[in-house]
């Protein structure tokens, strides 16, 4: 089995600590695997037909899912409010999810 590369990381997340980080980390990559299943399930039943407008948008707010998973994961310098607004938008700042 192949080593994973750690020498990018700054510091390993404290589970306990960290863990508003990791709960942005997971809600990320779920919104993101949910997208994922959708545009696998319409490629695998020939539902290719998907608006291209849907297709980038949806692509682009995959790139932003993981970047807001890495960021949660290895970017000390980024706040938890910067990452729920990223994740949740305007809307999180005044619900306080």
């Known amino acids: 089995m192949a080593e994973i590369d750690s020498s990018f990381s ?6 306990g ?9 997971l809600q990320a990559t ?5 997208m994922l ?11 290719c037909d998907v608006d291209g407008h849907l297709m980038l948008a949806m692509g682009l707010r995959m790139q ?5 998973a890495m960021s949660a ?13 990223r994740l949740f938008g305007r ?4 619900a306080h999810v």
Do not use: H
Request: proline letters at 4%; glycine letters at 4%; charged letters at 35%.
């Open 10 to 15: 700054s510091k390993p997340l404290n589970f």
């Open 17 to 25: 600590e960290d863990e508003p980080r990791v709960a942005i980390a």
């Open 30 to 34: 779920y919104q993101l695997s949910e």
């Open 37 to 47: 299943g959708v545009l696998l399930d319409k490629a695998k039943n020939g539902a």
């Open 64 to 68: 932003e899912l993981n970047s807001i």
């Open 73 to 85: 994961i290895d970017d000390e310098t980024e706040d938890i409010e910067s990452l729920r607004v």
């Open 91 to 94: 809307a999180a700042e005044v």
